[in-house]
């Protein structure tokens, strides 16, 4: 208040007004200066844009999927088909179901289930595990097609794949192939020709369908009885 009442008396002291005037328009262009360059310094801020996930980032963060795993053993396929849902699957292998959870398989008969045991190690091909080997591979040739699918071909060192799969050291000279299909940013299947290995399991065939769609596996250990 005391400050207009200055700026009050100034103006109409004759002596003083061209000295007020002159102050007041300082002060005014003052405010107009700090105002606009507080809003360019705005306008002048750097934009973070989220990064768009990259089709492999997706892959390893897939938290529901079903799947068919087809594994070729001495020219024999063995068939896996079941519904992953966060760390939990439920399959189907050799006409008998199923349940995955905490490292542990148990089979389900009928109300009750137990521990069971198959011979293929499925938690090596789920996507947030297979995503480790699936980083950094080389690419060899690239097929688009009308509807966006992209089947790219792969080279990959064949101790990569055997260290990860057998949890066992190796020392071989060369590499095996491995095809990936990908369409919306999703990768829909997988092929590991392991022919250059020479062992009994000369194939592995993935497939995913109806991706991050899954709203709950179909079995509640509550409505069985768990028998040893």
């Known amino acids: 208040m005391n400050f207009i009442k200055s700026i009050k008396e100034g103006l109409k002291n ?28 705005k306008n002048n801020e750097p934009i973070i844009e989220e990064k768009e996930k990259s089709t492999i980032d997706n892959y390893q963060t897939m938290e529901s999927y079903q799947y068919k795993f087809n594994y070729i053993n001495n020219g024999l396929s063995n068939i896996i088909e079941g519904t992953y849902f966060k760390d939990t699957t439920l399959f189907n292998y050799n006409n008998n179901k199923y349940y995955f959870e905490n490292d542990l398989i148990y089979i389900i008969n009928n109300d009750s289930y137990s521990l069971g045991n198959i011979e293929h190690n499925i938690t090596k091909l789920f996507s947030k595990n297979l995503y480790n080997i699936l980083v950094d591979l080389k690419e060899v040739s690239t097929t688009t097609y009308n509807d966006g699918t992209k089947e790219i071909n792969y080279v ?73």
């Open 14 to 41: 004759p002596k003083t007004k061209s000295l007020t005037m002159l102050g007041i328009y300082f002060v005014f262009f003052l405010f107009v200066f700090i105002l606009l360059n507080s809003a360019e310094n």
């Open 156 to 228: 990959m060192d064949s101790n990569k794949f055997y260290n990860y799969y057998y949890e066992n050291i190796s020392n071989y000279q060369n590499n095996i192939g491995v095809k990936i299909v990908k369409k919306d940013n999703n990768i829909n299947s997988i092929i590991f020709d392991l022919t250059n290995l020479n062992i009994s399991l000369s194939r592995i065939e993935i497939e995913y369908y109806n991706i991050n769609n899954i709203s709950n596996l179909e079995f509640n250990k509550d409505n069985y009885t768990y028998r040893e």
